[in-house]
């Protein structure tokens, strides 16, 4: 896996290389389960049941990094944060920014595409009880860092939704930028702004759960200030 990550010629290829991956057993159990015994409510639709790429375009000035994909979100359209909840207020969000062409983003094929702003997670499979380890984050971020080196040339803000996202950036910066990671590291915070030479700025952000939206600990005002901001310090229009 890491010899594949490491070879994808462009995002096409990563992106296909990304879905043949069986790293993680207990991840590739879970995903295959899930997509085997389905949701009722999408009990007639063919779930993806595999990793999930990234999207967006190969110039994108700003990065958002997620935790893994949602089970029947990701796993079951194939596109990440795509037909969950928090995919709602995600693209909702990224919509009132200028960042999406719709507000909405349901299936593989409804039309959705991104302005410089690249979406992808730091573990590309569907863990149980959305909790994926550290070990399984470790296996995983050979894909992570050939996505952020394949960006890398127009790439100035990153986005991390939630703690364990923010804590996957910095073997980022060792692998690809050749930069020792900050010691002590900065401590994530919905806000939480990091900057170093010559490596995109980093920018915190409460994860766009169910948990945190439905609670009001994430509102949709908290969500157009960081986005505000990743497009202030990208110099995205």
């Known amino acids: 896996m890491v010899a594949r990550a490491a070879r994808a010629t462009d995002l096409t290829d990563l992106d296909g290389a990304v879905g043949d991956c069986f790293a993680c057993p207990r991840l590739v159990a879970w995903r295959e389960e899930v997509a085997r015994v389905k949701r009722a409510a999408f009990r007639d639709q063919d779930y993806w049941g595999r990793p999930v790429p990234g999207l967006g375009p190969p110039d994108a000035r700003i990065a958002i990094l997620g935790l893994a994909p949602a089970a029947h979100g990701g796993n079951r359209t194939g596109r ?16 009132r920014a200028g960042l999406a062409n719709q507000s909405t983003s349901v299936a593989a094929d409804d039309g959705l595409t991104l302005r410089e702003t690249r979406i992808f997670s730091a573990v590309r499979c569907a863990p149980p009880d959305n909790k994926p380890t550290p070990a399984e984050r470790d296996t995983c971020a050979p894909w992570v860092h050939r996505e952020v080196e394949l960006i890398r040339p127009t790439l100035r803000v990153v986005v991390a ?10 073997p980022v910066l060792r692998q690809v930028y050749g930069q020792r990671p900050p010691t002590p590291r900065p401590v994530f915070g919905h ?4 900057s170093g ?15 945190n939206t439905f609670t009001g600990r994430l509102t949709p005002a908290m969500l157009d200030d960081v986005f505000t901001r990743a497009k202030q310090l990208s110099g995205v229009d």
Do not use: K, M, N
Request: a negative charge.
């Open 191 to 194: 806000g939480a702004h990091w």
């Open 80 to 95: 990440i944060f795509t037909g969950d909840r928090s995919g709602d207020v995600l693209f909702a969000a990224l919509h």
């Open 197 to 211: 030479e010559s490596v995109p700025a980093l920018l915190g952000c409460y994860h766009v759960s169910q948990q």
């Open 161 to 170: 939704l939630g703690a364990f996202a923010w804590a996957a950036w910095w």
